[in-house]
């Protein structure tokens, strides 16, 4: 029996790996060709194609001025296709988005681009990086001591049943975030002492080139890790303070990402410290190709803005505010604009999964829930918790993974009750299905405020839920990568997404049985507790 | 790999005197960082003018400088309609110019209030047997807070009611945890402060009876035979009685208040400047929207906790009272502490029947109205909080961490609704035309101003004349010969033409001296009207009435 295990073990890994790549490869957005400067701003590639939000258009173009132009600036054709997300400092246009994520990518666009799929070769580095996250939930959960099927089950219900997958086909940071996030985490879980602490930091720090609220997001690892340089023990009739050495020593490491960072926003902006988001924003272009400001645009309307709103800089703590909680925790848990709830509520069995873990491992379960409460403070007083017009709430999707880890604690404990695993799989069917519809189609789902505004315009009904997925669905529209360029000649849009939503939810199925299976021969009273040694 | 560490041993018995000592002294600690800060943000608010933005807190300072000075000083000046003991309290100062017009007066009852609030947090939570940490951080989760700061730099009510409905709290604790009787009556002296301080306090002296008879029964569990009932009954009528008499004394008091000075016991509650009439009127302009719903009047009464509070804060609060409802507390110290909660259910009441009224930005229209209201759950939020955070020890660092964070934003964007009620919700009156207007063309030359404190007080604070120069309608024979013959006693008349709420404008209009004024000006919050120069002749200039009864 053992020997079985040894070799299905492998196998499993092998089996599980490939169906999510292929997963993923149906999905990633994308059409075939390279873009150039010519096409870049056509419809093809923007609203009708897979640059079709600010976002991966604004990275996009960056990684292309940084291949194809050899600059951090864009040229007056490339920074056309960025508006309104484009920056202009010292006479330069510039990105507004944080440069990490196109500067990683850029290794994909060089290999699509020899295969004319520069776009999708970009895409797919994103791609690979939610394939990790995936894998390090699965690494994460188990080595906390959650049962393995139920961690692979965790690693898919993070893939495939959040909107996190919409955000894994297409040219976002969230996925390189999480992956930070996920692999501090691993090294603080997976190894004792001070030597995970050299990587660790790079990766915390490292963050803030992917996305400068990371910066807040990442503060409790931060906090965790130094723990382990400043351990406290408690001996006896004393307490002792230590201070290791090398923890002190392994601060060095952080020069790397710090030199990184500095070098990175010189070439961009001019200056080591200018932050992406607070460079002045060009709206439009003049007739001569000269940027033209907010105020430009106001004083053409015959507006003159007040000099103190013009003096009012932009500066990175002033998108937060307190007062936007409340609605941004509405919005982010239960709205079916954006609300975990409508979205994938198979993450509500992550609650049962908290208070086990809490109870064997209350360490760990602390910092990831400090990760977990950050990532939502951070976003619901962020001043649009929207993210614009974005499927599902894409800000919580460092969260979704977190929380995915406790569904793992849940599927163990309760892996012999079929009850609940039914319970699972029929939240687990519903999720999916949303989070594809997502991914295959279109992330462009305006605020419910934005879509009755459109209603007037367009004459007609405007979703502001997956429901305008859906109806993107049923006129054939999908913009996966493989569908309109192989798929479409052979089956509907809709066809092709039961068919991929189908093919996960049989392997989820198969792997519900077979942990419940096993669970029947094999009581649940495991003692794994790695995270109490931590 | 070598193991290079250095270290630093501390014996426990030395930090089991470092927390010994900082558990003996933590009081003094308390009062002493609260008192500095509370100085420091009193001279913050009062340097960049908001000190005095409510027009409230002007109105409050009247009333007790009316006591002390104006034409007809004396004790029944403390009036009908809002409850005597802020304005008692500041007898004592108010007849000093400069603690009238900063504000202090008022401010330093709040002050105290204030730090008195931070020792009681500290010592409700050592009741409920909460460590030093959980303490503390109880007593930051309420000082943390923009809204608190300010209004504790006002002559606004907020901070009194709120230190004497928690004193009372505390004590109804103490009773239910150590049965002492003497407990019992120290919370019916305070609840009966409570109740002379706002109306707020009445329903708490209602709560806690309610808990007083709950933890009695509790005591005796709920299978009594017949032949303990009697027993039961008769303890719980001593207790009430006991209780009852004590706290609702100041309810009794003012309805004899209201008897002796008015002629009617509930003046308060029907007179022509009691709330009721003020809802009467937002209801006719259909404005009442929470009149008899109940959802809106809830929603809305926790969108005005959460903007006070803060969301996370208060969502550590509903944490925390759920550890605290299933702690291992004895039931009977658990219903004491509910007390606490009894403004949640007093002011969704009171916006339900419609005796309140409070506007959400947003919500209900476009503007705020006495959302500070939501600021009166915080010490019950701040409670259980600091509960929550000495119970879940592995998680207490995490929650402070989130706690500091949000804070952080809270203050660094300035995250106070009372302030912006005060500033441009309705709470606000800015009135420094009018009152600007009698300070340059009123002060040094003589002769009274005829006006109606109960619709410009904040006029009469913010013009920075003597209230003797004010003819009001506390100023009995003044006020009845100047809205009879006003050409005779009024040099300068200040009302809301063609407004019948007026009551200048009302019982002056149709006077036949009132066609000697000329208009001389006009503002939005009122009208100002001279004597013709050519009647001067005819004016009283002096308090010819002499003392008035």
Redesign the interface.
């Known amino acids: 029996m053992k020997i079985i295990k040894k070799i299905f073990k492998p196998v499993f890994f092998i089996l599980f790996l490939l169906f999510t790549v292929s997963i993923l490869a149906l999905s990633i957005r994308g059409v075939y060709g390279n873009p150039t400067t010519e096409t870049l701003n056509s419809l093809y590639f923007k609203d009708d194609g897979p640059l079709e939000l600010s976002p991966e258009k604004g990275r996009f173009a960056l990684i292309y001025s940084l291949i194809e132009d050899k600059s951090f600036h864009f040229s007056l054709p490339v920074a056309k296709t960025v508006t309104p997300d484009l920056g202009y400092q010292d006479g330069k246009y510039v990105s507004l988005f944080d440069p990490g994520v196109s500067i990683i990518a850029a290794p994909g666009y060089i290999i699509g681009k020899y295969f004319n799929v520069s776009q999708f070769g970009s895409f797919a580095v994103i791609a690979l990086f939610a394939l990790a996250n995936a894998l390090l939930i699965m690494g994460v959960a188990k080595k906390l001591g959650a049962n393995g099927i139920a961690s692979s089950l965790a690693g898919l219900v993070f893939l495939f049943g959040t909107p996190a997958f919409a955000y894994a086909v297409t040219l976002y940071q969230h996925h390189v975030t999480v992956f930070l996030m996920l692999l501090s985490i691993f090294l603080l879980v997976k190894y004792k002492?001070?030597?995970p602490l050299f990587f660790v930091w790079i990766l915390v720090v490292g963050s803030l080139i992917a996305d400068y609220p990371n910066f807040?997001l990442f503060?409790?690892i931060g906090?965790y890790a130094l723990g382990r340089v400043f351990p406290i023990e408690d001996i006896d009739?004393?307490?002792?303070?230590?201070?290791?050495?090398?923890g002190l020593i392994s601060f060095i490491t952080i020069l790397i990402p710090v030199s990184l960072f500095l070098w990175v926003h010189k070439v961009s902006y001019g200056d080591p410290l200018q932050l992406a988001g607070t460079v002045r924003s060009v709206k439009d272009f003049d007739v001569d190709g000269s940027p033209l400001f907010r105020e430009d645009l106001l004083r053409r309307e015959g507006k003159v803005l007040e000099a103190e709103t013009l003096n009012k800089g932009k500066t990175p703590?002033?998108f937060?505010?307190?007062?936007n909680?409340?609605k941004g925790?509405y919005l982010h848990l239960v709205s079916d604009e954006r609300g975990i709830l409508v979205f994938t509520p198979v993450l509500l069995l992550s609650l049962i999964g908290i208070y086990y873990s809490?109870v064997k491992i209350?360490?760990v379960?602390?910092?990831l829930?400090?990760l977990i409460?950050?990532n939502i403070?951070v976003y619901?007083?962020w001043g649009d918790p929207w993210g614009g017009w974005a499927f599902g709430s894409r800000y919580l999707i460092p969260s979704y993974a977190l929380l995915s880890i406790f569904v793992a604690f849940t599927l163990t404990k309760f892996r012999g009750r079929g009850l609940v695993l039914i319970l699972f799989l029929v939240l687990a069917a519903y999720s999916i299905s949303v989070s594809t519809l997502g991914a295959l189609t279109s992330n462009k789902i305006p605020p419910k405020v934005e879509a009755v505004a459109l209603e007037p315009i367009s004459g007609k009904k405007e979703h502001y839920t997956y429901l305008r997925n859906w109806e993107f669905l049923s006129n054939n529209g999908s913009k996966s990568f493989v569908f309109q360029t192989f798929g479409k000649d052979y089956v509907t849009a809709r066809q092709y997404f039961f068919m991929v939503v189908g093919s996960i939810i049989i392997v989820m199925t198969g792997q519900i049985i077979y942990l419940y299976l096993t669970a029947r021969k094999d009581p649940p009273s495991r003692k794994a507790t790695e995270g109490e040694r931590i | 790999?070598?193991?290079?560490?250095?270290?630093?041993?501390?014996?426990?018995?030395t930090?089991s005197n470092i927390q010994n000592w900082i558990e003996r002294n933590a009081l003094s600690l308390i009062v002493f960082v609260l008192t500095i800060l509370s100085i420091l943000l009193f001279l913050f608010y009062y340097l960049n003018g908001l000190g005095l933005a409510y027009n409230d807190a002007r109105s409050h300072l009247d009333i007790g400088r009316r006591v002390v000075e104006g034409l007809k000083p004396g004790i029944a000046q403390l009036g009908s309609v809002w409850l005597p003991l802020p304005h008692v309290l500041m007898i004592p100062t108010i007849w000093i110019d400069i603690f009238w017009h900063s504000g202090l007066s008022g401010a330093l009852v709040s002050m105290v209030s204030f730090v008195s609030m931070g020792v009681i947090i500290y010592l409700f939570l050592k009741s409920l047997g909460a460590g030093l940490l959980g303490r503390f951080f109880g007593v930051i989760v309420f000082v943390a807070n923009l809204n608190i700061l300010y209004l504790q730099s006002t002559a606004m009510t907020e901070l009194l009611l709120m230190a004497t409905m928690t004193i009372g709290c505390y004590y109804l604790l103490l009773w239910a945890k150590k049965e002492e009787v003497l407990y019992l009556i120290k919370s019916a002296f305070f609840i009966m402060l409570s109740t002379l301080t706002r109306y707020d306090g009445w329903f708490l002296f209602l709560f806690a009876a309610l808990l007083v008879a709950v933890k009695v029964l509790i005591k005796h569990g709920f299978k009594i035979s017949l032949g303990q009932l009697k027993e039961v009954y008769q303890e719980t009528e001593g207790k009430l009685i006991l209780f009852s008499t004590l706290a609702g004394f100041g309810i009794a008091l003012w309805f004899l208040w209201n008897l002796v000075i008015f002629k009617d016991p509930l003046y308060f509650a029907f007179g022509p400047f009691s709330a009721r009439t003020q809802q009467a009127q937002l209801e006719a302009a259909g404005e009442l929207h929470t009149k008899y719903n109940i959802v809106l009047s809830t929603v809305l009464y926790l969108?005005a906790l959460?903007?006070n509070s803060?969301?996370?804060t208060v969502i550590l609060g509903l944490f925390g009272l759920i550890a605290l409802w299933f702690s291992k507390i004895k039931t009977e110290i658990k219903v004491a502490a509910m007390a606490l909660l009894a403004p949640l259910f007093f002011n969704v009441l009171a916006l339900f029947l419609g005796h309140s009224v409070l506007f959400i930005q947003g919500i209900s229209g476009n503007t705020w109205f006495n959302v500070r209201y939501g600021i009166m759950l915080l010490p019950a939020i701040a409670v259980f909080t600091g509960f929550l955070v000495d119970k879940l020890k592995?998680?207490r660092?995490?929650f402070i961490?989130?706690f500091a964070?949000?804070t952080f934003?809270?203050f660094?964007?300035g995250?106070s609704?009372a302030i912006d009620d005060a500033r441009v919700g309705s709470s606000q009156k800015n009135v420094t035309e009018v009152s600007g207007w009698l300070s340059r063309n009123a002060k040094d030359r003589t002769g009274f101003i005829l006006i109606s404190a109960a619709s410009h007080d904040a006029i009469i604070f913010s013009s920075g004349l003597p209230m003797k120069k004010f003819i009001h309608e506390g100023t009995g024979a003044y006020w009845e010969s100047a809205t009879t013959a006003p050409d005779r006693w009024a040099r300068w008349i200040v009302m809301r033409t063609h407004d019948d709420n007026d009551l200048v404008w009302k019982d002056v209009s149709r006077s036949e001296g009132f066609k000697k004024y000329i208009l001389v000006d006009s503002y939005p919050f009122a009208d100002i009207y001279e004597l013709d120069e050519k009647y001067l002749g005819d004016l009283n200039t002096g308090p010819t009435f002499g003392k008035q009864k």
């Open positions: 002492g001070i030597l807040f503060l409790p906090i009739n004393r307490v002792k303070l230590n201070i290791k050495i090398l703590i002033g937060f505010k307190t007062r909680f409340i925790l809490y209350p360490k379960t602390a910092l829930l400090a409460g950050m403070a619901s007083m | 790999m070598p193991n290079f560490t250095l270290s630093l041993s501390i014996q426990k018995h930090l969108y959460i903007y803060y969301a996370f592995n998680l660092w995490t961490g989130l964070f949000t934003f809270a660094s964007s995250d609704v």
